[in-house]
């Protein structure tokens, strides 16, 4: 049996990230080349169709943890989980290589990935998702559901 806390934010969680890393590798599979984007520190590669479809994936699984009975706090928690796990994931994996690389005396500008990593992978896929899931953060009929 789950937990209120697993149905209200471990099962959205886990359909939002696991469809938006589906997303995201048939758009790099199928999808047209992402847009490269100058910026003051670092580049910013930017995936369209991921981009958008996020709006969806941000609504959806907002809206599932809402009918679990989520209040907004882990409503909000689950609508920027993608970025957050996803993001997350990759900003960290990208400190250990600039870190690995700098030691072991390669030329590294870690400014460079501030853009890149920072700005690319958390900043800009936040958005959509917080604009997909505005619909069901705010408080309302299923606020404080008993059968969470």
């Given at each position: 049996?789950?937990?209120?806390?697993?149905?209200?934010?471990?099962?959205?969680?886990?359909?939002?990230?696991?469809?938006?890393?589906?997303?995201?590798?048939?758009?790099?599979?199928?999808?047209?080349?992402?847009?490269?984007?100058?910026?003051?520190?670092?580049?910013?590669?930017?995936?369209?169709?991921?981009?958008?479809?996020?709006?969806?994936?941000?609504?959806?699984?907002?809206?599932?943890?809402?009918?679990?009975?989520?209040?907004?706090?882990?409503?909000?928690?689950?609508?920027?989980?993608?970025?957050?796990?996803?993001?997350?994931?990759?900003?960290?994996?990208?400190?250990?290589?600039?870190?690995?690389?700098?030691?072991?005396?390669?030329?590294?500008?870690?400014?460079?990935?501030?853009?890149?990593?920072?700005?690319?992978?958390?900043?800009?896929?936040?958005?959509?998702?917080?604009?997909?899931?505005?619909?069901?953060?705010?408080?309302?009929?299923?606020?404080g559901n008993p059968r969470?």
């Amino acid at each position: 049996m789950l937990t209120s806390f697993q149905k209200q934010v471990g099962v959205p969680v886990l359909a939002a990230v696991i469809v938006a890393a589906a997303v995201m590798a048939l758009d790099g599979r199928f999808g047209p080349p992402p847009l490269v984007l100058p910026f003051r520190y670092g580049a910013i590669v930017v995936h369209i169709p991921w981009l958008l479809s996020l709006l969806l994936i941000g609504a959806g699984s907002t809206f599932l943890a809402r009918r679990a009975g989520a209040n907004s706090s882990r409503r909000l928690l689950v609508a920027l989980s993608p970025v957050l796990l996803i993001g997350g994931t990759v900003n960290l994996l990208m400190a250990f290589v600039v870190t690995a690389a700098s030691i072991s005396g390669h030329r590294v500008h870690p400014i460079d990935f501030v853009g890149h990593f920072i700005v690319g992978w958390l900043v800009f896929p936040a958005i959509p998702l917080l604009l997909g899931s505005l619909a069901f953060l705010r408080s309302g009929a299923f606020e404080g559901n008993p059968r969470g």
